[in-house]
């Protein structure tokens, strides 16, 4: 089955990066530079921020929905994805997917859990694939599992 993964659209968090740090505090967000190439994926660009980069670190609902499988989390967003539109894959995985362990996780249209697997991300594909075309499943979501993250959403395409 044919799929596209998108980035967060930067429209919400644009507000957030002109506040200063009592207001993001009271938001429990938080404003972080990237200390090395590798450890802060933004999930606008779904790339890993550049050491150096500014970014805000903040609790996302990512998954909306009535029932036990509401979930949200932290994530970053990095102040240069703010001037871009959100990524976009079709039928391939982000670049930094590779070197993480990832936690894939199908749901159904009511967004109950129907299946998961955790894979590294150099062999997510066809497990991607195989949760994909499984009855009933209505969508992916894609989490760093070494740190319980959420990186993404996968819909068919």
Do not use: K, W
Request: aromatic share 8%.
């Amino acid at each position: 089955m044919s799929f596209v993964i998108r980035g967060l659209s930067p429209a919400p968090f644009l507000p957030l990066f002109a506040l200063d740090g009592v207001a993001l505090a009271a938001r429990n967000i938080r404003r972080v530079v990237a200390t090395a190439d590798h450890g802060f994926p933004c999930r606008v660009t779904l790339q890993d921020a550049r050491q150096g980069d500014a970014l805000l670190l903040l609790p996302y609902v990512h998954h909306d929905v009535a029932g036990p499988y509401r979930g949200s989390g932290p994530i970053f967003v990095s102040e240069a994805a703010l001037q871009t539109p959100p990524a976009e894959f079709r039928d391939t995985l982000p670049p930094t997917f590779p070197r993480r362990l990832l936690s894939l996780r199908a749901y159904d249209a009511e967004g109950v859990m129907r299946d998961a697997e955790v894979s590294e991300g150099v062999d997510a594909l066809p497990h991607l694939q195989r949760l994909l075309d499984a009855p009933g499943v209505a969508y992916l979501h894609v989490h760093n599992a070494r740190r319980g993250c959420y990186a993404c959403r996968v819909d068919p395409a």
